[in-house]
T-cell receptor
């Protein structure tokens, strides 16, 4: 079974500091990986997915198959980045996505 | 464009009761997904419906069931409620690709 691990429940950083939200997955094949974000009082929404290899709101994530990781990074944190971030994995399309428990990012002004 | 809607917003039930949650997908979306978000457990996949058929289900007992209607809206039914069923139940819809989430229904079982 797929498993997605987000080791940190809470990550606090100062504004302007670099951010790295960790995610490791267990699927041995070629999974699709995603980061979802939930801002306060808003719905869960897709932030980025590894196949698009794009940067959204300054965030990037690189798939490292050797380390089975998909860490989310941003060089300079902004206050508006404060939110819950969920890493997710899917072994075959969008049909059965496995989510991690989420990391709450708190950016301190 | 209207997003995914869910009803009710909040629900309080007692152990042993039955509950029905509803979800209306984005217009044009044929797939509906249900997730349970219990405290400290993240999102757990429950069910996937597409074109009126159940396509996949997560590791939940049979008392969790649902259906999808011809207009692609969906219901999630939970029978014989247990205390640990207390959670936020999220619905998402998609056509092909990205899932779009609703606001959720908060179920409390006393």
């Amino acid at each position: 079974a797929q498993r997605v691990t987000q080791p940190e429940k809470l990550l606090s950083v100062f504004k302007g500091a670099p951010v790295e939200l960790k995610c490791n997955y267990s699927y041995s094949g070629s999974p699709e990986l995603f980061w979802y974000v939930q801002y306060s009082r808003q719905r869960l929404q897709l932030l980025l997915r590894h196949i698009s290899r794009e940067s959204i709101k300054g965030f990037t994530a690189d798939l490292n198959k050797g380390e089975t990781s998909f860490h989310l990074k941003k060089p300079f944190a902004q206050e508006e980045d404060s939110a819950m971030y969920y890493c997710a994995s899917n072994s075959g399309g969008y049909q059965k996505v496995t989510f991690g428990i989420g990391t709450k990012l708190q950016v301190i002004p | 464009e209207a997003g995914v809607t869910q009803s009710p917003t909040h629900l309080i039930k007692t152990r042993g009761q039955q509950v029905t949650l509803r979800c209306s997908p984005i217009s044009g979306h044929t797939s509906v997904y249900w997730y349970q978000q219990a405290l400290g457990l993240g999102l757990q996949f429950l069910l996937w419906y597409d074109e009126g058929e159940e396509r996949n289900r997560g590791n939940f007992p049979p008392r969790f069931s649902g259906r999808q209607f011809p207009n692609y809206s969906s219901e999630l039914n939970v029978n014989a409620l247990e205390l640990e069923d207390s959670a936020l139940y999220l619905c998402a819809s998609s056509f092909v690709g990205e899932q779009f989430f609703g606001p959720g229904t908060r179920l409390t079982v006393l």
